[in-house]
């Protein structure tokens, strides 16, 4: 049977680290967007523990 060895610690420090490349791609006007998107990644890295 596979299975999935996902090595948490591993998706913890890279998450953030591949969102924060996406931010100089992201369109923004006075700082919303990118305040907006900080907090989903946030919330989902949160979610991750």
């Not at 369109?27 to 989902?44: A, F, M």
């Amino acid at each position: 049977m596979f299975t999935l060895d996902l090595n948490w610690l591993t998706t913890i420090i890279l998450f953030p680290l591949l969102a924060a490349l996406v931010i100089p791609a992201l369109p923004d006007q006075e700082g919303k967007t990118i305040r907006l998107y900080s907090l989903g990644v946030g919330l989902i890295e949160l979610a991750a523990l």
